[in-house]
């Protein structure tokens, strides 16, 4: 190998030096609660959320989990102390070839979690890691890492998923992406839902609505029980972007959302939300701009990125929540989303209102140019939402939904631009949210049909959350005839192979989310062939 393998603590970047000084004193801390394997073994196993591995790039990955404690009721808390915890990673699943191992700290303030940095590895290769605690040890994880950016790599093979609704079915979906043969799972928001139950519910969450940062942890834990779920964790690294139910459904910034108590300070309870996020995800210490400490006071936690895979592709995954102005001309002046006339609403095309914020359109404003030095052949848009218009007014006229990308049209026309600017190289835009399979074309003008086609779309179905059914869907097709397929009754997830020379996808769908067991079938094939932004149905 080049380097040797390091691992770092957490670091966080312009920290004051309180701050700083606290994570120190943290990171560093004798090992104050444990166990003697021959005294006092564990009795329980504290991996039971399994392993998990992300935000890689070509020298580095983060590696996760969080210990939880023998007692079922008390998820939120492992120990008052923080914890060593012994890592191992090595390029071959029994841990001979190339093993190397240390320890890392699982402090208490952040739940117990982990959120080992491995930095100093092989460019494009995959490795086997696990984590120990005295006689307990975790599952076995598979990562990789990037290619070089300057690298040729023939191929890259991902899937695209959101929308796991505990209530709504199992997430059996996954058992089936573990035989996807992945490189990487882009997860596109709604890990999670705050909700405190659902009509007809196929099982419900323990906990009710979420709120304290208690409410959240244990929510994330029972998602995390799920054992499909932690078996893809486990099979590659996942880039992860969040939407609205992490905190609060339609929230906006840091307005607050429809659901939950609205006698909470919403500022305080995003922090809560922010911060059991970071804990559950396998994040770099640098997404908390100002540590934990920091999102109590409304600070960034920057999770917006992008990464290359080779000379094949840039990857941008992007953050519409967070710095997003709020929806406009709600009845009644309300909180959270609703369907708007946009001609009766003055505020539509306010030139100022923006879903990304400014800072994030100027970054990715900048990313493009830069990707048109680089020339990359594929440029995937990692977001949450649905991209194109989508109308549902049949005939003359517009009825949109304000929560989305219509919802935010200005926004909207400055992206194409900047990719049409920039000369930007086949987009991609994969998205979530919407809990239904729509295929289709970016066009440099949403309101306009005949305009030029600049890129190409995917959204994905969700894992298990509820859509309306299929009954208008040709007319609604007809009257958006920039997609070209639809679907708003399978759940599953999408995957998506890129080459140098096209893209292939298919809408990956399960017979009944209502069943622990299911069977999984393609829905539709479809290719892009490089240089040209059309799809085209294979099957």
């Known amino acids: 190998m080049k380097n040797s393998i390091t691992a770092l603590h957490p670091t966080f970047a312009n920290p004051s030096r309180r701050e700083l000084l606290k994570w120190a004193v943290a990171a560093s801390a004798p090992l104050t609660y444990s166990f003697s394997a021959a005294q006092t073994p564990l009795k329980h196993n ?20 969080r210990l939880m404690p023998p007692e079922a009721g008390d998820l939120d808390q492992f120990s008052s102390s923080n914890v060593t915890v012994t890592w191992e990673v090595a390029d071959d699943e029994l841990f001979k070839v190339n093993r190397r191992s240390g320890q890392v700290m699982a402090l208490a303030a952040l739940a117990n979690s982990v959120h080992l940095e491995l930095e100093g590895l092989q460019s494009d290769r995959w490795y086997f890691y696990r984590f120990q605690l005295e006689n307990a040890q975790s599952t076995v994880g598979r990562t990789r890492t990037l290619p070089h950016p300057n690298a040729v790599v023939q191929k890259l093979r991902i899937a695209y998923a959101s929308c796991q ?73 996942w880039l992860i972007t969040w939407d609205d139910h992490e905190v609060s459904n339609d929230y906006a910034g840091l307005e607050r959302g ?30 908390l701009t100002r540590a934990i400490e920091g999102l109590a006071t409304g600070a960034e936690m920057r999770i917006y990125g992008q990464v290359a895979y080779g000379q094949l592709a840039n990857i941008y995954l992007l953050d519409d929540r967070q710095y997003r102005d709020r929806q406009v001309c709600n009845k009644g002046l309300g909180y959270g989303s609703g369907w708007v006339d946009p001609d009766q609403c003055e505020a539509w095309l306010d030139p100022q209102r923006t879903l990304l914020g400014m800072a994030q359109e100027k970054w990715l404003d900048q990313s493009f140019a830069k990707a048109h030095t680089e020339q990359r052949t594929w440029n995937i848009l990692s977001q949450q939402s649905l991209f194109g218009r989508r109308d549902y007014k049949l005939g003359a006229g517009y009825y949109l939904w304000n929560d989305g990308w219509d919802g935010y049209s200005s926004a909207r026309q400055r992206m194409t631009k900047s990719m049409q600017n920039h000369a930007l190289n086949n987009p991609v835009l994969i998205g979530g949210d919407i809990h239904e399979n729509w295929v289709g074309h970016v066009m440099a003008d949403a309101y306009q049909d005949d305009s030029a086609t600049i890129g190409v779309e995917f959204c994905g179905a969700g ?29 599953g997830y999408g995957v998506v192979e890129f080459t140098a020379k096209q893209i292939q996808t298919e809408l990956r769908v399960v017979d009944d989310v209502r069943q622990r067991q299911t069977k999984i079938e393609t829905l539709a094939k479809f290719t892009v062939e490089a240089g040209v932004p059309q799809v085209q149905r294979t099957a």
């Not at 935000?55 to 580095?60: A, G, M, Q």
């Not at 305080?268 to 995800?281: D, T």
């Open 46 to 65: 504290p991996f039971s959320l399994g392993v998990a591995s992300g935000s890689p790039n070509y020298h580095s990955v983060v590696l996760w989990t």
């Open 165 to 237: 609704r505990w209530e709504h079915g199992y997430f059996s979906a996954y058992h089936h992406m573990c035989q996807e043969n992945l490189d990487l799972v882009l997860f596109l928001g709604d890990y999670i839902y705050e909700y405190a139950g659902a009509a007809n519910a196929v099982r419900l969450p323990t906990g009710g609505w979420v709120n304290s940062l208690s409410d959240y942890r244990n929510r994330y834990a029972l998602h995390k029980s799920e054992k499909s779920l932690q078996a893809m964790h486990a099979q590659c690294p």
């Open 258 to 287: 429809q659901s939950g108590n609205i006698s909470f300070d919403f500022s305080a309870q995003r922090a809560r939300a922010y911060q059991a996020f970071y804990e559950h995800m396998p994040l770099r210490a640098s997404a």
């Open 463 to 491: 894992i298990t959350a509820r859509s309306a059914g299929n009954s208008k869907l040709a007319a609604r097709l007809a009257e958006n005839p920039h997609f070209i397929f639809a679907d708003s009754e399978r759940k």
